[in-house]
């Protein structure tokens, strides 16, 4: 979870971030209104106006 916050740029002191269960309700409601395909389309079409294209990868964090 420490790498997800620093990857958005949420403080991870902050009091209301929300849990785990909080990101899966929000997951599922997605799913259940097919909207994450239509997001995941957004994103890919956004990145591909920048000449980018995303793929799997890993995560390297420096020392």
Do not use: C, W, Y
């Not at 799913?31 to 890993?58: F, M, P, R």
């Amino acid at each position: 979870m420490a790498l997800f916050r620093e990857f958005v740029g949420l403080d991870a002191g902050a009091d209301n971030l929300p849990d785990e269960s909080a990101i899966l309700r929000f997951r599922h409601l997605l799913d259940a209104h097919n909207l994450s395909l239509q997001i995941l389309a957004i994103v890919n079409a956004t990145l591909a106006a920048e000449g980018l294209l995303l793929k799997s990868g890993t995560v390297v964090v420096p020392p």
